[in-house]
C-alpha cells in the first residue's frame, strides 16, 4: 500500500514538474543585470562581468562586445566602442 501510494505521490509531481512553463524555471537576475543563455547555461550578464570569447556571437545577442580589459576578457555593452 505505501509503496502505491509513494509511487502515485512521485508520478503527480513529476506530472505537475512537466506542465510548469520553462519561463518559470529560468533564471532571475538583480536590477541591473540581463538573463541570457550562453554556453547552454543560464546566466546574468552586464558592463564587466567576465565572459568567455568563443561564446561572442551569443553574447552580441544580448547587446555585449567579449573584449579584452586589463588582460581578461570582459562583458561591454555593443553601443560603445572602445578606444585605443
Not at 512537466?18 to 558592463?47: D, E, F, M, N, T
Not at 573584449?67 to 585605443?84: C, M, N, Q, T
Request: proline content about 2%.
Amino acid at each position: 500500500m505505501k509503496k502505491a501510494l509513494t509511487a502515485g505521490l512521485a508520478a503527480a509531481l513529476l506530472a505537475a514538474l512537466w506542465l510548469v512553463p520553462s519561463s518559470a524555471l529560468a533564471k532571475s537576475c538583480s536590477a541591473g543585470y540581463i538573463h541570457g543563455v550562453i554556453g547552454g547555461a543560464q546566466k546574468c550578464l552586464r558592463r564587466g562581468e567576465y565572459c568567455a570569447h568563443s561564446y561572442a556571437t551569443q553574447y552580441h545577442r544580448y547587446g555585449f562586445n567579449c573584449v579584452i580589459v586589463s588582460g581578461a576578457y570582459h562583458l561591454e555593452p555593443r553601443s560603445l566602442k572602445r578606444l585605443g
